[in-house]
């Protein structure tokens, strides 16, 4: 068997392949499980035990020389193939690369982040899961508030004795930024909210908000209502009417929420805007002085404004959309109507 295999890796370092046929017989010839290496195999295991370590050198020799013989002759023929295939034009125009669009949600975030920092305002980012204290307890919820009961709340399930939860609303970020900084203070806070509410044209468990906040020596009432009728006018145009209407939340006194003509029908009526003509747009207010006592800042020398709105209600509004579910459901039709590239 000694002399077989010499002569067999003679033959097998002899042996020229030019075509991937050539390639695939000699794979069934000396590779393949009913091949001449598998036999020699077969009648290697009946060599005594002396023969055994001389001869099964050679055979492993063998086999790692007809692999490496087969797999060259492949890289071969992928490079002949490859060769013959390179008939590119380079010469030629290229084929226009058609863009993708941003998200509508991201269009109108963008908007109204740059309608603000025009005037001062800085931007603001928290955590999506909170604590309770920086979602509830410091914006004046005390545990048994009824007002609780207003935000539906994902809570998440932990260990420790404290209260975790998805925030309800942006405001916890500016807990944080007056936790950490001194007045003057004028930021938003845009970001991804959740509340356990039923999904409709209408409502998400999930959506989007930005609010902001002003803490300063004097700020008054008519401060705020002046910041929001600039941007509604920067947002909607200066035809759009506006109206306040006496409000209640727990983290601002006096509170009220805001209306707008709904654009969808023009103010004549429509199911966006209850058949009123009016839309609600953001809630707002003078920050309550137990909130500033709450995170460090005299309320006896500081007052503050803040006012919170839906990012998905501001844009159905702005392109005229009648279901908010639209916005999560990723269909090309809709979104690829929005056309400011990324």
Aim: charged letters at 25%.
């Amino acid at each position: 068997m000694e002399s077989k295999v010499k002569e067999l890796t003679e033959e097998v370092g002899g042996v020229s392949i030019a075509t991937p046929d050539e390639a695939e017989q000699f794979r069934l010839k000396y590779l393949s499980k009913k091949g001449i290496l598998a036999g020699l195999f077969d009648e290697f295991k009946t060599l005594a035990p002396e023969q055994r370590k001389v001869v099964g050198k050679q055979l492993n020799e063998l086999k790692q020389l007809a692999e490496q013989k087969f797999e060259q002759s492949k890289e071969l023929s992928t490079n002949n193939s490859s060769a013959k295939k390179e008939t590119i034009d380079l010469s030629l125009p290229s084929e226009p690369v058609e863009l993708g669009s941003r998200h509508p949600i991201s269009l109108v975030r963008a908007s109204i982040v740059d309608i603000f920092t025009k005037i001062g305002f800085t931007v603001s980012e928290g955590p999506e899961i909170e604590d309770d204290w920086h979602n509830f307890g410091a914006l004046n919820f005390p545990e048994d508030h009824p007002a609780r009961d207003m935000q539906d709340t994902f809570f998440v399930e932990s260990d420790s004795d404290e209260k975790w939860l998805l925030r309800t609303h942006t405001s916890s970020v500016q807990v944080r930024v007056m936790k950490n900084q001194k007045p003057p203070i004028r930021t938003i806070s845009p970001g991804r909210v959740y509340r356990n509410e039923t999904i409709s044209a209408r409502a998400h468990c999930q959506f989007h908000q930005v609010e902001g906040l002003y803490v300063d020596e004097g700020v008054s009432f008519a401060d705020l209502k002046q910041t929001l009728y600039y941007f509604v006018h920067e947002m909607f145009g200066q035809d759009i009417k506006i109206r306040f209407r006496p409000s209640f939340f727990p983290f601002t006194e006096p509170s009220a929420e805001m209306d707008i003509t709904c654009i969808i029908c023009g103010g004549k009526g429509c199911p966006v805007c209850k058949q009123s003509g009016w839309v609600e747009i953001l809630g707002c207010g003078m920050v309550h002085p137990k909130v500033l006592e709450n995170c460090g800042i005299d309320s006896n020398k500081y007052t503050g404004y803040a006012f919170g709105m839906g990012i998905e209600r501001i844009t159905m509004l702005r392109y005229q959309i009648k279901d908010l579910r639209l916005f999560f459901e990723n269909d090309m039709r809709f979104l690829s109507q929005f056309k400011s590239v990324i």
